[in-house]
């Protein structure tokens, strides 16, 4: 069995593709790195800002577009993947994590902006929604933040991103 990644691309097509497969590459690298096992599912939609916008407001009552959200099903401890902390889909077997939501728009915006390539900032923002998803949050400038943003780096690095220290 392996791990089961929904990609749905939502986005217009006036905005250049983010491919299912750098997606699934990442979060999969994301759930190597954290020794993420047994198999999990995750579902991804790729919108533009007005489809984000939609989805932070219905979601988190924020009426304004953001680059990623992260939907959580299970509150995991950061660090230290324990899969009896969710409960696996009676279905399937997988072990359903949650969804993401990411403005392809913001991604090409903020690509630009920082001198990214859009895959660059595609994985990034992934990445650190994956690792959302996994418990870890960033919710203050100090300890938690600098972990996050070192996981983040280690998992760009294994998907062959070198990006910024």
Same mark, same amino acid.
């Given at each position: 069995?392996?791990?089961?990644?929904?990609?749905?691309?939502?986005?217009?097509?006036?905005?250049?593709r983010i491919?299912?497969?750098?997606?699934?590459?990442?979060i999969k690298?994301?759930?190597?790195?954290?020794g993420v096992?047994?198999m999990?599912e995750v579902?991804?939609?790729?919108?533009?800002?007005?489809?984000?916008?939609?989805?932070?407001?219905?979601?988190?009552?924020i009426d304004?577009p953001?680059?990623?959200?992260?939907?959580?099903?299970?509150?995991?401890?950061p660090?230290?993947?324990?899969?009896?902390?969710?409960?696996?889909?009676?279905a399937? /077997?997988?072990?359903?994590?949650?969804?993401? $939501?990411?403005s %392809? =728009?913001?991604?090409? *915006?903020?690509?630009?902006? &920082?001198?990214?390539t859009?895959?660059?900032?595609?994985a990034?923002?992934?990445?650190?929604?994956t690792?959302h998803?996994? /418990?870890?949050d960033?919710?203050?400038?100090g $300890?938690?933040? %600098? =972990?996050?943003?070192? *996981?983040e780096?280690?998992i &760009?690095?294994?998907?062959?991103f070198?990006?910024?220290?």
């Amino acid at each position: 069995m392996q791990h089961k990644i929904y990609v749905k691309n939502n986005a217009p097509e006036r905005i250049p593709r983010i491919g299912a497969i750098l997606i699934r590459r990442v979060i999969k690298a994301a759930f190597e790195h954290e020794g993420v096992e047994p198999m999990c599912e995750v579902s991804v939609l790729i919108t533009d800002d007005p489809g984000i916008r939609a989805v932070n407001l219905k979601f988190r009552g924020i009426d304004e577009p953001t680059d990623v959200l992260s939907f959580p099903l299970f509150k995991f401890k950061p660090g230290a993947f324990d899969a009896s902390d969710g409960e696996p889909d009676i279905a399937t /077997g997988l072990l359903p994590l949650g969804d993401i $939501a990411l403005s %392809a =728009e913001s991604v090409m *915006r903020q690509a630009e902006e &920082l001198g990214h390539t859009r895959e660059y900032e595609a994985a990034y923002l992934v990445i650190h929604s994956t690792l959302h998803l996994l /418990g870890y949050d960033h919710t203050d400038e100090g $300890a938690d933040k %600098a =972990e996050m943003r070192a *996981r983040e780096r280690a998992i &760009l690095r294994i998907c062959g991103f070198g990006g910024p220290e």
